[in-house]
């Protein structure tokens, strides 16, 4: 039977979520991918446990997550809460999304108050919850009232089903809107989930301002690019690879000559600060104040613990920010 590590709290840094009660690791794990049927139920357990022997408390799901079926990597971690981690449930914060499409019909994605209270109930079902611990709604939609989207996130709440709520891919305006409409609906927005990393940088030009004026926390995720702010693909694409996937756009979003040429510099850079790649691109975003969490995936226990370096060494002098902003310039 899996016992936690006595001294799993010892090393991981903590941040208040925003103006909340609630504190998140600055590295939470992420089962966006690796966690359907890429490996075995017994290898997901084993990254999940080590995370968790490793002070991460934070999983972070949707309902659209585990490839290739929608909803399998909540269906895997239930079973894993069954297997190991269910003991230590109150030492857990476990967040799920809706707002991709998950079944056919017009009840089955986007923002309505419908498809989100549906959606949420099979989530609780396959991970076996009463509640998750963070409610996101996944995307804006375009054509729901955002009144009734963050209506149903501020009733989810009230039901019991979320302890708090979240936005994910809003822009900041978008992002200004739904926050104020639910602090007026007494369920104030605990945190956002942006896409932010060196390769892309859009959250710096308002959102981030956005958030901290607001007392909003911040998780960022894919902060390595998808694999592209590792050494992974410096000499090409390796088989087996994400990149080397049928329907994959990793490279044609990040694997350009002139980005690759970027990241060779930015590689030799890291060495110098005795890091990897990796490592300096999860620390370079940590230093953002605004930034509550980075969420990393992975693929195996080393990877995990490669990430969890990072904080190591977070700190970056002026010379050397201005050094990575000529590089990406």
Known sequence: MYQAAENRYETMEYKRCGRSGLKLPRIALGLWQNFGLEKTIAEQEEILCHAFDRGITHFDLANNYGHPANGLAEKNFGQALKDCLGTYRDELVISTKAGYDMWPGPYGNWGSRKYLMASLDQSLTRMGLDYVDIFYHHRPDPETPIEETMGALSDIVRSGKALYVGLSNYKEEETRKAVKILKENGTPCLIHQPRYNMLERWVEDGLLSALDENGVG??????????????????????????????????????SDEQLEKIKQLNQFAEERGQTLAQMAIAWILRRPEVTTVLVGASRVSQLDNSLAALECTGFSEDELKRIDEILA
Do not use: H, M
Request: glycine share 10%; net charge positive.
């Open 218 to 255: 911040c998780i960022c995720f894919s902060p390595l690019a998808q694999g592209a702010l590792t050494d992974k693909y410096l000499k090409g694409i390796p088989a087996g690879s994400r990149a080397s996937r049928e329907g994959t756009t990793v490279a044609q979003r990040y694997l």
